[in-house]
């Protein structure tokens, strides 16, 4: 899928949700957020590090949670708000410019 695709379909979510239990580092979650699309995300895995305080999160194995994360996410206009607002400055935090700093840092700091 084009990219561009992909960015029109984050746009034009409600929410995006994740009930993962395993995310190598959880891409999706910082696009959506990048997109203004709220995301609600399991509490396990590398997932509440892409999503900081930006996300709902849930129990990926609790469905109940889930629901009602969606819930309050479709229905209260200033969760939604807030959450649009803290997705873009969460998404910020993993420009490819942050990445190669704090490469360029490790490898100093091995170096030394």
Same mark, same amino acid.
């Given at each position: 899928m084009p990219s561009n695709s992909l960015a029109a379909l984050y746009s034009a979510a409600d929410a995006l949700v994740i009930p993962s239990h395993y995310e190598g580092f959880g891409l999706p979650v910082v696009e959506a957020m990048t997109c203004g699309c709220p995301v609600i995300t399991s509490n396990v895995s /590398?997932?509440? %590090? &892409?999503?900081g305080d930006a &996300? =709902? +999160?849930?129990?990926p194995g609790d469905t109940d949670s889930m629901a009602q994360a969606i819930q309050r996410v479709l229905t209260e206009p200033n969760l939604r708000s807030r959450m649009i607002a /803290?997705? +873009? %400055?969460? &998404? $910020? $935090?993993? /420009?490819?410019r942050n990445c190669a700093e704090a490469t360029f840092k490790a +490898?100093? %700091? =091995?170096?030394s």
């Open positions: /590398s997932l509440p %590090e &892409a999503g &996300a =709902v +999160y849930c129990d /803290s997705g +873009y %400055e969460q &998404a $910020r $935090r993993f /420009s490819w +490898y100093g %700091e =091995v170096i």
